[in-house]
């Protein structure tokens, strides 16, 4: 009858349709007359007279040669399984990306392994299965980080799962497979801000060879940057040519201008936000530049590692009670902004190879940044006007925050990024919306510049 006809032509079609110049990867069933159409019309979302149908995709087995392992522009190392060329779904697959660690964990997939491969959506190979059957009785579970002894493949830097993802990364400011990611960082306005410098020169400076880390941007000369090439010229109708386009003088003057303010004069708490090491963000910086003086003061640091090893600090979390009462937190009165995560961050870059090499290369270009907020005795803010008190900046103010932060780290105040019960007042200008409203629902009181003033005894 008709239903068996329609499945045949289906059937017809999952086997025509591999000859077909173009991928698909399912048949749409209509009903020809327009009367019954009309009497069927439509859901809210599709019309009741059309359905489709998808076939299942091709499956086909092969074997897992080996696992290589991309490293990704922001570090993140991504497993991929190097197949045995296998026809499937219209082409040779020979490999498949395996996400994760936790992926091979779920899948069981070892090395040797037969496996079965398809295209998902027809067009991006996957791996299905396992042929347990098929597993070599010598095959062992396979775990990324002891394969890689615990080393970035491209760099040899240390790399880390950190948590709450399943990723793992590696961690190296100086990691060529991320250099135009970490330079764009690097050079970025809340980093040591260099001036032009975005990301797509930062992908010229990679692509030339003139700069594959942060730190061989301050060997480049005023020839260098004046001559690289922005963009060639180019012909789009045979006869006119559009003229190619160079970073130029100028703008070189600017940037190396930049460059040297940024080895001169940016304090330690943009260095360190701009070296981009995990979880250390603006706050965390700062926070690190008001217990340590220089750059080298942070390789071997006691607080660091103090911080690094507290081992209950989850618990001392939930009690303020117990943080409080905690000799060393209490000792450095380390706020929420830096915690034992970021520490130990800090001591494994430091100690690790790379780490070395880093210190070894700023030490050779003369570069050690000084911190602008050294103040790692509490009791040498006692007896200033904002001693202990915790202020969060928001909204458009007279001068920029950092101005305002600095004025009332002067004065003994700590400025954090974030609102929290603990905070004790709002400095907040035009604007600042999400956290006005937020500090009203926690009875900060909000201050403007004039009661900043006026707290500082200057009214
Ligand atoms: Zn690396």
């Not at 394969?147 to 060529?176: D, K, Y």
Request: glycine share 8%; net charge negative.
């Amino acid at each position: 009858d008709s239903l068996n006809a329609l499945l045949a032509a289906i059937r017809e079609l999952d086997t025509a349709r591999h000859e077909l110049a173009y991928g698909t990867d399912g048949a749409v069933v209509k009903i020809i007359d327009f009367a019954q159409r009309e009497t069927l019309g439509f859901t809210s979302r599709a019309p009741r007279w059309a359905a489709a149908f998808k076939y299942p995709p091709e499956q086909r087995e092969t074997l897992l040669k080996e696992i290589t392992i991309q490293v990704g522009r922001t570090g993140v190392l991504t497993p991929v399984a190097e197949l045995a060329p296998v026809f499937v779904s219209g082409t040779t697959v020979s490999r498949a990306t395996l996400h994760n660690q936790e992926e091979i964990e779920r899948k069981d997939i070892r090395l040797g392994d037969t496996v079965v491969v398809e295209k998902a959506g027809e067009i991006i190979p996957s791996i299905v299965k396992v042929v347990t059957e098929k597993r070599q009785p010598n095959a062992e579970p396979y775990h990324l980080p002891a394969v890689l002894n615990h080393q970035c493949p491209s760099c040899h830097g240390p790399i880390e799962q950190q948590s709450g993802f399943v990723a793992w990364r590696c961690t190296n400011f100086e990691c060529p497979a991320q250099a135009v990611t970490r330079i764009t960082h690097f050079a970025q306005r809340k980093g040591l801000d260099l001036d032009g410098l975005g990301e797509s020169v930062a992908i010229k400076l990679v692509e030339t060879g003139l700069a594959s880390s942060p730190l061989e941007l301050f060997t480049l000369t005023l020839d260098d940057l004046a001559n690289l090439l922005l963009d060639p010229a180019k012909s789009s109708d045979g006869l006119t040519v559009s003229k190619e386009r160079r970073f130029g003088e100028k703008r070189a003057e600017t940037l190396l201008t930049s460059l040297k303010r940024a080895k001169e004069e940016m304090p330690l708490h943009r260095w360190l936000f701009a070296m981009g090491i995990s979880q250390i963000g603006e706050s965390g910086a700062r926070e690190l530049a008001r217990l340590h003086k220089k750059l080298s003061d942070l390789e071997g640091s006691q607080i660091v590692s103090d911080l690094a090893d507290l081992p209950d600090f989850e618990e001392l979390q939930k009690s303020k009670r117990k943080k409080e009462n905690h000799p060393r937190l209490q000792e450095y009165q380390i706020d929420d902004n830096l915690g034992p995560v970021a520490a130990q961050n800090i001591r494994s870059f430091f100690s690790s190879e790379a780490g070395q090499t880093v210190l070894q290369r700023l030490n050779d270009l003369g570069i050690n940044p000084k911190s602008d907020n050294f103040a790692p005795d509490p009791s040498s803010t006692e007896g200033l006007p904002l001693a202990g008190k915790t202020f969060v900046v928001t909204g458009s103010l007279s001068a920029p925050r950092p101005e305002f932060k600095k004025i009332i780290e002067a004065h003994g105040g700590k400025v954090s990024g974030s609102i929290s019960a603990k905070t004790d007042y709002l400095l907040a200008g035009e604007g600042g919306g999400s956290k006005r409203t937020k500090a009203e629902s926690l009875q900060v009181p909000i201050l403007n510049e004039e009661d900043l003033q006026e707290l500082l005894g200057e009214a």
